[in-house]
């Protein structure tokens, strides 16, 4: 019986493969904080629970793919930490803001690099598609979902009306409402489609990759995904008002969740099976035959100089990522500083001619915001003719959770937005930008003005608030910031102009009164002693 001794190569493929699992490791740990937000809104969100299967199957591609890996080992690139600094970057940046997108696409940044260090330009093309599959994992900000939620819904409710009118059932569509005469269907956030789509571009992604083509049949299969997921959630809530419209409103929870959750995404599966099978016998092949993982040959270093340069660059790897794991951790220590501010419920019901009383949100709109408190108050001059004032307020938005725009949430009601301006307001000397929309509804139509109060910046633009965010999570470490909306009826027996002076009078005296409860600066006790004494009698 003999031993066979390991030969070089051997020797060499296993201490760098140890090296890449050590620096993986470790980096797993330095982007801690990030990660595991992933998991929390995997848990917590439907939508991303397949965020779960995504690692698993990104490992099992580079395992089923580990010959391809070793054959593709080529010479090292020092790119590879220059690439991992640049995630650091991202890192320190992400952990500073708690803005946990930068720091999760940094990791994935991180496994870039440390494929370039490992095995050079070679490697990366072998590596590379199984770690981009990481991003499918990463839930998109807040304000994206939210604005891209209500498109979905609004787009999902006029594909269900067209499904209902088929069956010739008299339909009525108001934004997101769905009339139907005896009973109105409300294509709520959850009824968006999000949660099909998230997973099924996923599942469009790694058929693509398999998917033996030509790139543009790879392409189609990949984008595909969104009309598949919209067309599907389309007719779910079309096939719902239909039962409605046939068998009446008991019917509407019935159908609806016999057409929910897994069902649907096996019917998108469905869908997307069958667009290949066409696609490959388009090109002359079975289905079978069209399903491979991608070929690849190389060869193995085999000179001392690509050895010693692979556990030179990969050992400067692992250096930097440690760094990052101590530079992370000091980071997230560092609580956010929070500014003395006067509740909303003590804000004066009473100020210059305008007299209001105070309301609350439902509770699951309250909960679905996350704010940490708000004023909802309708308010009458002599005239009687009311401004609704609505300010949301976050002491943080480390959390992603942010003032929703009305531009994403007013529509949801059913208001159609007609007119959309941005423009300002001379205010004590001082313009205050802000956006004028005016909206219908039947023969309803309002006027809005809304703007965002960033730590003493008033700002119109959603992304310019962004911005200023991130600035100030790094060089004042704060985070806190609010919306004011103002909204009037535009009477049938007025103008847009009279509503515009109406909303403009009730600015000049609400704003001056809002900086107690709205700090751009550590405000003094006495400040806030003084401030307490206006109370709300609402």
Not at 112 to 121: E, H, P
Request: with cysteine.
């Amino acid at each position: 019986m003999s031993v066979q001794a390991a030969t070089p190569a051997q020797t060499y493929t296993v201490r760098i493969g140890a090296l890449i699992l050590v620096t993986v490791a470790v980096a797993v740990f330095a982007f801690g904080d990030a990660l595991l937000e992933l998991v929390k809104r995997w848990n917590a969100e439907e939508e991303y629970s397949h965020g779960f299967l995504i690692p698993v199957v990104s490992a099992g591609l580079l395992w089923m793919r580990r010959d391809a890996l070793r054959a593709s080992m080529g010479r090292p690139s020092w790119a590879g930490p220059v690439v991992i600094l640049a995630a650091i970057a991202m890192q320190i940046i992400g952990e500073y803001t708690t803005i946990y997108i930068l720091s999760q696409f940094a990791f994935i940044l991180v496994l870039f690099g440390v494929a370039l260090a490992a095995g050079g330009y070679s490697l990366l093309r072998t590596a590379s598609v199984p770690i981009a599959f990481l991003i499918f994992a990463i839930p998109v900000p807040y304000f994206i979902e939210s604005n891209l939620t209500l498109q979905l819904q609004l787009i999902s409710s006029r594909l269900g009306v067209e499904v209902i009118q088929l069956f010739r059932i008299p339909v009525y569509l108001e934004g997101n409402i769905i009339d139907l005469g005896n009973y109105k269907l409300a294509v709520v956030e959850a009824c968006s489609g999000l949660r099909y789509l998230y997973p099924l571009l996923s599942l469009s992604f790694l058929a693509a990759y398999l998917f033996q083509a030509p790139i543009w049949q790879r392409a189609l299969v990949f984008l595909s995904g969104i009309p598949i997921t919209i067309g599907m959630n389309g007719l779910r809530i079309g096939l719902v008002g239909v039962s409605v419209g046939l068998w009446g409103p008991q019917m509407a929870e019935e159908v609806l969740h016999s057409f929910e959750g897994w069902i649907i995404f096996i019917a998108c599966a469905g869908i997307l099976i069958a667009e290949i099978f066409l696609l490959a016998r388009f090109s002359g092949k079975s289905f079978y035959q069209s399903f491979n993982l991608p070929a690849l040959a190389g060869k193995s270093p085999n000179d001392k100089s690509s050895e010693y340069a692979s556990q030179w660059a990969l050992v400067t790897s692992l250096v930097l990522v440690c760094a990052a794991g101590v530079i992370s951790h000091s980071i997230s220590q560092r609580p956010e500083f929070a500014p003395n501010r006067v509740r909303f419920v003590e804000f004066p019901s009473t100020f210059g001619e305008w007299k209001g009383r105070s309301s609350l949100l439902d509770q699951d709109v309250e909960q679905a915001l996350r704010l940490d408190d708000y004023l909802l108050a309708d308010y009458h001059a002599a005239d009687g003719k009311p401004v609704n004032l609505y300010v949301a307020y976050y002491n943080s938005q480390r959390n992603g959770y942010s003032p929703h725009s009305p531009v994403v949430c007013l529509p949801g009601g059913g208001w159609l937005i007609t007119q959309f301006d941005r423009t300002s307001y001379n205010l004590g000397g001082a313009e205050l930008p802000f956006n004028r929309v005016i909206m219908e509804q039947g023969k309803d139509r309002q006027l809005v003005y809304y703007w965002f109060d960033e730590r003493g910046r008033q700002v119109a633009n959603e992304y310019t608030a962004k911005w200023y965010l991130l600035v100030d999570a790094i060089f004042k470490n704060r985070t806190d910031g609010a919306l004011i909306r103002l909204i009037t009826d535009i009477r049938p027996t007025e103008t847009e102009h009279d509503a515009d002076e109406r909303l403009q009078t009730f600015m000049r005296d609400v704003v001056p009164n809002l900086r107690a409860y709205l700090p751009s600066e550590p405000t003094s006790r006495a400040t806030s002693d003084l401030s307490h004494r206006n109370n709300f009698h609402g």
